[in-house]
Each structure stands twice: as C-alpha cells, then as structure tokens.
C-alpha cells in the first residue's frame, strides 16, 4: 500500500498543529491553495513530487506568508515576524520522524528539510517562507 498526496499532507498538517506553528500566525494552516485575498500569515502545504515504491518518496512545500511592513511608499520585509517563524520552522521541519497509522498498516514517515528561503509574493506585499521538505515513507 502507498500514500497519496492527500495522505501525505494530511500528516504535514497534523504534525504542524502538534508543534505549534498554526498558532504562531494570524491566519491559519492549510491543506489547499491559499485564500487569494488573506492578508494574514498563513501556512500552506502543497506536495511537489510523489513517486511509489517500497520507500516512497515525497518533496513538499511549506510556505509561511508574511505581510510586508510600509516603509514610506514602499513595502519591506517584515524581519521581526519572519525571524521567529522561520525559527520555529526550521526546528521543526529540520529532521524528525512520523508514525502515521492507516487502514491497520503504521507507516514510517522520515523527513528532512531541504533548504528554507525567504520569496517575494508575486502581486502583493507579501513574502513567504518557503521551506522544501523531503520526505520517505516506508510501504513495506
């Protein structure tokens, strides 16, 4: 049996609530696109490759977004909440270990973040945190 993207992300968003990490933004965790029209901190998960086999392999994002602060008539990064999110984010997407049970099978989830990198929201004053997770899951 393999996990699906919906499964996979399904864990990401359980482990990311019992770590905290919703709390410490003004919007909210989700598991789909985010709302085009938020203007608070918001944490996406989206799955960017899936494969099968007995280690199934998965690459995810986890983006934080952060509105920008004005500055006279320009936006700027908000380095007093990026700071303690990106923290956060890293000490708990850097390396761990998940016992996701389903259908009466425990799979043994590994994960490991790839890098973490600051972006700016295309169209708005916004940046995000990305954090690239790599993630093996053992079928078998």
Same mark, same amino acid.
């Given at each position: 049996m393999?996990? +699906?993207?919906?499964?996979? !992300?399904?864990? $990401?968003? &359980? ?17 789909? /696109?985010?709302? =085009? ?11 960017? !490759?899936?494969? @099968?086999?007995?280690?199934? /392999?998965?690459?995810? &994002?986890?983006?934080?977004y952060?509105?920008?602060?004005r *500055?006279?008539?320009?936006? =700027?990064? &908000?380095?007093?909440?990026?700071? /303690?999110l990106? *923290?956060?984010?890293?000490? =708990?997407?850097?390396? #761990? *270990?998940?016992?996701?049970p389903? %259908? #009466? +099978?425990?799979?043994?989830? =590994? $994960?490991?973040l ?8 295309? #169209?708005? %004053?916004?940046?995000?945190? &990305?954090? *690239?997770?790599?993630v @093996?899951?053992? +079928?078998?």
């Amino acid at each position: 049996m393999i996990l +699906t993207e919906l499964d996979i !992300t399904d864990v $990401f968003y &359980n482990y990311i609530k019992s770590k905290g990490l919703d709390e410490m933004v003004s919007g909210s965790l989700y598991r789909t /696109p985010r709302p =085009i029209n938020s203007m608070l901190e918001d944490i996406v998960i989206s799955v960017l !490759t899936s494969g @099968n086999g007995q280690i199934q /392999p998965f690459v995810l &994002n986890i983006n934080i977004y952060v509105p920008d602060i004005r *500055r006279g008539k320009e936006f =700027i990064l &908000n380095e007093e909440r990026l700071a /303690p999110l990106m *923290r956060k984010g890293a000490d =708990i997407l850097s390396h #761990g *270990r998940i016992a996701y049970p389903l %259908d #009466g +099978t425990e799979f043994d989830i =590994i $994960f490991d973040l790839e890098s973490q990198k600051i972006y700016e929201v295309n #169209g708005a %004053d916004f940046h995000a945190i &990305n954090h *690239r997770v790599r993630v @093996n899951v053992c +079928t078998e």
